[in-house]
């Protein structure tokens, strides 16, 4: 999953990596998001309020922050690591069908789809983000390119759909 991981954080982090704050935070946080406890960046939360505070690799927004940090349990006092937000992105992949997806259950297209239901900067098919217009979201590759990227990191995949049609 390490690629597909690395084709999310192309459209939300950038360079920032795992590092990353939502560009539209006036008040950034005093340390890297990876130096920063999970209670860091509630109480970073809590301190600006009307802001947006989508935080790390996969650009965590508050309510998803808290629910993935709620159902594994993660202590207050952990750090928000590279592995903790591979680990959280990995849930949210498994809950748009992942597993379905790879053992060619799930087309390609429905999969990528629901992949962008979770993450503002990938495209939905009509080439748009399922979060268009909320906190300045928009899709930060296009549809094409998106599915190349998919092309390239699941082959057997796409060849199964293929296949199919």
């Known amino acids: 999953m390490a690629n597909l991981r690395s084709l999310i954080s192309a459209s939300e982090a950038g360079s920032a990596d795992y590092d990353s704050v939502q560009h539209g935070a006036t008040v950034r946080p005093a340390k890297l998001p990876t130096s920063m406890t999970i209670d860091e960046i509630r109480a970073w939360v809590s301190a600006t309020p009307g802001q947006n505070h989508a935080i790390g690799r996969y650009q965590f927004i508050p309510p998803t922050f808290e629910r993935l940090a709620s159902l594994t349990g993660i202590a207050g006092t ?14 949210l992949l498994a809950e748009a069908g992942y597993v379905s997806f790879f053992a060619g259950d799930l087309t390609p297209e429905t999969f990528m789809d629901n992949v962008a239901a979770v993450w503002a900067g990938l495209p939905l098919a009509d080439g748009t983000s399922a979060y268009e217009v909320v906190a300045g979201n928009h899709a930060t590759v296009s549809r094409a390119a998106y599915a190349q990227g998919m092309a390239m990191i699941f082959p057997a995949q796409n060849a199964l759909a293929a296949a199919r049609r």
């Open 78 to 91: 952990e750090v928000f690591s590279a592995d903790l937000q591979d680990r959280w992105a990995d849930i």
